[in-house]
């Protein structure tokens, strides 16, 4: 969340850090600001997109050789002007990404020493920090490197002043940071979208570190001050990869491109079987330990975990517990060292699966891995194992092509898992892969069925609520659609395991109430048909998924889409995709931002 951009050139960079923040806009989209230094310091804010405040740049004719910008979720103050950041103390601008959680001491203590607020920001607090001790220690370095030990929360910063209009300095603890190293210009920036128009040499930061970047070179110092040497990569993001193309939104595109993100990440799958190495070179001797399996994450990726808790007790025949990181990382758990963390993140970067990952290593668990959509991110970095999917850059901030790159993962972990536990017999590694195989054509067609969605979208989208019914390994796939059509649509939804309808839910429902129904020809179709029924009876308007070879017969309130033909285990992956493009036509239908809901942001980088 909230993304920030930095640059020192010979060139003027204004174009560059506006066009870096529209890169970074998914990670927060309520305000954004640019500040960049000539004579003095120039700084334009504005409430709303980035590109009202590019439009008052212009007007304005900003222009000069170092900056900085940002593009804020807010956390602490109101969407307003004055909070939106760069902040500025005396010869000081600063733009932060994180929370500074002892930033009500440090406002006091600032203000005793003579400092006023103009905004209702942490964020300040770091601006008059780093001014306060650019008077003692006489140097912008060193006054950030002073200041950063005074804070504790997290944080990714850049900084720079009038005083030394040489040089741009970024810090990092918690919220993601990296550097772009260009011929005589130099960029930091919250993630690797935003500098590669000007170069592809990146440096991710690790966490405690301070970089100076002047126009020929970087120097990196660690937490304790000590210079350092971080590599250097050749990123292989593409700039195409990033860019809209045909569609008209990336949760649109990133929908249609899941046949391909499925394919790529399935693709080691088949090379390798189930094979330890999928995970990492230590994954052998880990894996081989695990006597039973604990997930932690949040939102879409705590529902692929859901799933795979069926997939593990079913094909693996361990124990599975799956948990909220937020609540996991603040309870007294009950550590089992034998049990492998697995944590789940598309960016790496959640801030509460990152902390619930910590405290379970601080309990003793040291097995753990790392489920991934972003090389070198902070939670594989913190794991013993990783598995890297292979989705591609996911830009709306509803997740889909991560959700279901997820579950293949998962479902290879089950699967390695019960091989290494000799539960596998070579004919079901072999129906495996071939399900594996047959997966994106499945995926295919489902997302073939958009033509008969969108005549239901428009039946949603005058609605207020709507429920969401599965069994089984679906009951996570309609909790995940629930809150697909919450996040970019409004309408209140939710999700319940079909069997638990009668034990208070049915009460919700009337004609007013749409029920999506996730019903696969399963062992469990009986039981949804019946719970079905009981919708029926009180008048609900049933939207049923069901495999082409259920036999459901459309009736007066009970309409149908038919999937593909049930592609047996993997059929939770073939669901994700109907509820999906229920929810991308009701936001059209409704005319919101599907892209950017209001309230989220992309990579939730605080707590
Ligand atoms: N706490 C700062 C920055 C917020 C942020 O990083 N959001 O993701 C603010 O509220 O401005």
Not at 29 to 46: E, F, K, P, T
Not at 147 to 156: C, H, N
Not at 204 to 213: H, I, S
Request: net charge negative; charged share 20%; with cysteine.
């Amino acid at each position: 969340m909230c993304g920030i951009v930095g640059a020192i050139a010979q060139r003027d960079v204004v174009a560059h850090l506006i066009d870096g923040l529209k890169r970074l806009e998914y990670r927060g989209y309520d305000s954004s600001g640019i500040a960049v230094l000539n004579d003095g310091i120039h700084r334009v804010r504005r409430v709303g997109r980035v590109a009202e405040m590019e439009a008052a740049a212009a007007e304005e004719g900003a222009h000069g050789h170092v900056g900085i910008g940002h593009t804020r979720w807010a956390t602490h103050g109101g969407v307003t002007e004055p909070n939106a950041h760069p902040h500025v103390s005396g010869d000081v601008v600063v733009v932060h990404n994180g929370i500074i959680e002892n930033h009500e001491s440090q406002r006091q203590r600032l203000r005793d020493l003579g400092y006023t607020f103009e905004s209702q920001t942490d964020t300040e607090v770091i601006a008059h920090l780093v001014h306060h001790y650019l008077q003692t220690e006489g140097e912008l370095l060193a006054a950030v490197q002073r200041a950063v030990r005074e804070l504790d929360g997290a944080y990714a910063i850049g900084v720079v002043s009038t005083r030394q209009p040489d040089l741009l300095v970024g810090a990092r603890m918690g919220c993601p940071l990296l550097v772009g190293l260009g011929e005589g210009e130099n960029f930091i920036a919250s993630d690797v979208s935003a500098v590669l128009a000007a170069t592809r040499r990146v440096m991710f930061l690790e966490e405690g570190d301070v970089v100076a970047l002047r126009l020929d070179g970087v120097q990196v110092f660690d937490r304790d001050g000590a210079a350092i040497e971080r590599a250097v990569r050749l990123s292989d993001v593409s700039l195409a990869s990033l860019e809209l193309g045909p569609y008209n939104h990336f949760m649109q595109k990133e929908i249609h491109e899941q046949p391909k993100a499925l394919a790529d990440t399935i693709e080691q799958v088949l090379e390798q079987g189930f094979s330890p190495a999928l995970f990492g070179d230590e994954s052998g001797e880990v894996l081989r330990q695990v006597e039973g399996v604990q997930i932690l994450a949040c939102g879409t990726s705590f529902y692929a975990g859901s799933v795979a808790k069926y997939w593990i007790e079913r094909i693996a025949k361990l124990p599975c517990t799956v948990e909220i990181a937020s609540e996991y990382r603040y309870r007294e758990a009950v550590a089992n060292p034998k049990y492998l963390i697995v944590t789940i993140s598309q960016s790496g970067e959640t801030l509460d699966t990152m902390e619930a990952l910590k405290y379970a290593q601080s309990l003793g668990h040291d097995l753990s891995l790392s489920i991934c959509n972003v090389r070198e991110s902070a939670i594989p970095r913190a794991s013993r194992l990783v598995f890297y999917t292979r989705a591609g850059a996911e830009i709306g901030v509803a997740s889909t092509k991560a959700f279901t790159t997820q579950l293949v993962a998962l479902f290879t972990l089950a699967a390695t898992l019960a091989k290494l536990g000799g539960k596998l017999s070579a004919d079901e590694e072999h129906a495996h892969l071939d399900a594996l195989r047959q997966l994106p054509g499945s995926v295919q067609h489902a997302l073939n069925l958009e033509p008969q969605i969108k005549p239901w979208a428009d039946r949603f989208a005058p609605k207020h609520h709507a429920l969401y019914l599965g069994r089984g390994v679906h009951y996570p796939i309609a909790m995940e659609g629930a809150l697909k059509i919450k996040e970019i649509t409004y309408i209140h939804a939710e999700a319940y395991a079909a069997g638990e309808l009668k034990h208070g839910p049915l009460a919700l429902v009337d004609e007013e109430m749409p029920v999506v129904v996730i019903a696969p020809n399963d062992s469990l179709l009986e039981k949804v048909k019946s719970n079905m029924q009981e919708v029926r009876a009180r008048g609900g308007e049933l939207f049923v998924f069901a495999d082409l070879d259920s036999h459901f017969g459309e009736s007066d309130g009970v309409h149908v889409i038919r999937t593909p033909r049930h592609v047996g285990v993997l059929s939770p992956v073939v669901h994700a995709i109907p509820v999906q493009l229920l929810s991308y036509h009701t936001a059209l239908a409704r005319g919101t931002d599907v892209d950017k809901p209001r309230n989220l942001a992309k990579s939730v980088t605080v707590e």
